[in-house]
């Protein structure tokens, strides 16, 4: 029997291929745009998950300590990463599509403000 790894996947490496296509050069707008949604993602999760941790019912069973508080957010914020970086929930995926779609209609847009402060010579402060 094979032993399950335990090492974290790098996050460049965890997007399956072909469907975000190639991972953007670090420190471009694309890439600032996919860790923004990836970060989004991961908070999403972690509020899911931690109200799924959340006991319905109080039971004396179950003690509640600080180091068990402490180890249960440690994991909760563990796997919402894991499952962000991994691709598979894909919220982050929507939202980057729906971005590349915005600004792609607003560069389209002759009239936005972006498009004429660009004839203008001006840039956006």
Known sequence: MQPVSTTRIHPAAATPPGIDGPMPKPGTEEAKVRDMTQQFEAMFLRQILNDAQKPVIKSSLTPQSSSRG????????????????????GLARTLEAQFRQSEAARAKKPDSPAASQESCGTTPT
């Open 70 to 89: 402490i180890y249960q957010d440690m994991m909760v914020n563990s796997l919402a990463d894991t499952i962000s970086h991994s691709g598979s929930f």
